[in-house]
């Protein structure tokens, strides 16, 4: 295998992203060849090119996210491939999708900011679910009596939602008609939630979710349109 040649690399960095199940960064996909024989960054950038354009056609896409490369079948395969799992989709609540939605849209946010938003208590096994999922971390305390924790997103959070970054996410026209003006974001709170979502540990590969759809549920709750979420039961659906 000559491993100077873009389409031979291709094939290998295929081979590894199959393997791994997980993304892999361009410094870990460096980490795997022997020092010698090491393809320079802008090599492998290159040959993940031509992977890329390889997929096209094909069942399953190269995706860019915020932990690295992965392979992944291609979304509009999505309501044949599900079917491969026979448990039924359970869920998630409104009030975590808002929750959830809030912390995305206006990180870093308190549990007090949150309630002033959506107008009710925020439950606390909301907040104890999105941080098992390892889609949210408290990453620091607003300078205000009593000190709250203020919350931010994670790569889990970014890779989960096929996300490289937090300036891919959708327009909410739902939020802005929710909240009448925006939080204040302080420099120093942007500060820390670009520190917690470049360290934060991302979980093995599960089941990835558009975004979109996320929203489309929010949005669709009331019709009873269902998601693609198995893991929240559908009893937190009566709590704030």
């Not at 090599?43 to 690295?68: D, M, N, P, T, W």
């Not at 203020?150 to 970054?165: G, I, S, V, Y």
Request: net charge negative; aromatic share 6%; charged share 30%.
């Amino acid at each position: 295998m000559n491993l100077s040649d873009p389409k031979d690399l291709a094939s290998l960095l295929e081979a590894f992203l199959l393997t791994a199940g997980k993304p892999l960064s361009l410094e870990r996909l460096g980490e795997l060849f022997d020092e010698a024989e090491r393809p320079a960054p802008a090599l492998l950038k290159k040959a993940l090119e031509v992977l890329g354009r390889s997929c096209k056609g094909r069942a399953f896409e190269l995706k860019e996210v915020a932990s690295g490369y992965r392979l992944q079948v291609c979304e509009r395969f999505s309501p044949w491939v599900g079917r491969l799992w026979e448990e039924r989709p359970q869920r998630y609540s409104r009030a975590l999708l808002e929750t959830l939605a809030l912390i995305a849209y206006r990180q870093p946010i308190t549990r007090g900011e949150i309630e002033d938003v959506r107008g009710v208590a925020v439950n606390s096994q909301i907040i104890k679910t999105l941080q098992e999922r390892e889609w949210i971390r408290v990453v620091g305390h607003r300078e205000v009596p009593g000190r709250p924790a203020m919350f931010a997103t994670t790569k889990a959070f970014l890779d989960h939602f096929n996300l490289k970054n937090l300036d891919q996410l959708p327009p909410l026209a739902v939020l802005r008609e929710m909240e009448p003006e925006p939080l204040p974001v302080l420099e120093q709170d942007a500060a820390l939630v670009t520190e917690a979502t470049e360290q934060a540990q991302v979980p093995e590969a599960a089941e990835k979710t558009s975004f979109r759809s996320l929203l489309a549920e929010l949005d669709d709750m009331e019709q009873g349109l269902k998601t693609d979420f198995d893991d929240l039961r559908e009893e937190e659906s009566g709590e704030a």
